[in-house]
């Protein structure tokens, strides 16, 4: 199966080769059917394995779809964290980090286009994977701002959490207007969101 491979960073452990497969598949077939078309029988053909293997690693095709979701939000929060360098002013991390983090976006649009429109299909259960993967980024935030020593107020949960919404907003309309390769043009503008909004 030819396809481009989930983004993976050395700390992730491994997938099991089938697993990984087959989630590479459902992003595929996921980005040219539409979740609501998409069968088992599709991924199964794609990732070159059997039914019985798929139901060794999930339960149905929307239990795959979210474990994609995770594991693709898991290794974009790895390359934030990657690029952060601690000896360095809050600033100057996060705009690393981001102009990182969309590079990282930027280099798999089928999956990206899969994980930001069909993950909505699953209804409350793609919703809780999607807050969970928007929560973990939001703490990220906190996590770089609030470790200044000279702040006077900390930032937010609340506004950390607007902050990766809006740039969410942002990377969907990006989606809708078939514009993917002008992902990381919007590192500097997701900069200037975030320091506007932490900073005192």
């Known amino acids: 199966m030819k396809s481009a491979p989930l983004t993976t960073e050395p700390s992730t452990p491994p997938q099991p080769e089938h697993r990984q497969r087959l989630l590479e598949a459902m992003a595929l077939t996921v980005a040219a059917k539409g979740y609501a ?3 088992i029988a599709d991924v199964v053909s794609l990732a070159a394995v059997s039914r019985r293997t798929f139901y060794q690693y999930f ?5 795959c779809l979210i ?14 964290r990657g690029a ?15 102009a990182a983090y969309f590079a990282c976006l930027a280099q798999n649009p089928v999956l990206l286009r899969t994980l930001f429109i069909e993950i909505h299909g699953l209804g ?11 929560e973990q980024l939001a703490a990220l935030m906190l996590e770089v701002v609030n470790a200044d020593a ?7 949960a609340a506004m950390a ?3 990766v919404g809006g740039i969410h907003e942002w990377v969907l309309a990006l989606i809708e207007q ?10 500097a503008q997701a900069s200037a969101l975030v320091l506007a909004v932490a900073r005192e």
């Open 161 to 163: 959490m607007a902050v």
């Open 124 to 134: 409350a259960a793609g919703l809780a994977s999607r807050r969970r993967a928007n």
């Open 59 to 63: 339960t149905s095709k929307a239990e």
């Open 84 to 98: 952060l360098n601690p000896q360095r002013h809050w600033q100057t991390q996060v705009e690393q980090a981001l």
């Open 67 to 80: 474990a994609l979701h995770q594991t693709s939000s898991r290794n974009a929060l790895q390359v934030l």
């Open 150 to 156: 000279n702040r006077r107020e900390p930032l937010q």
């Open 37 to 39: 078309d998409t069968t």
């Open 178 to 187: 078939d514009r993917l390769v002008d992902l990381p043009q919007l590192a």
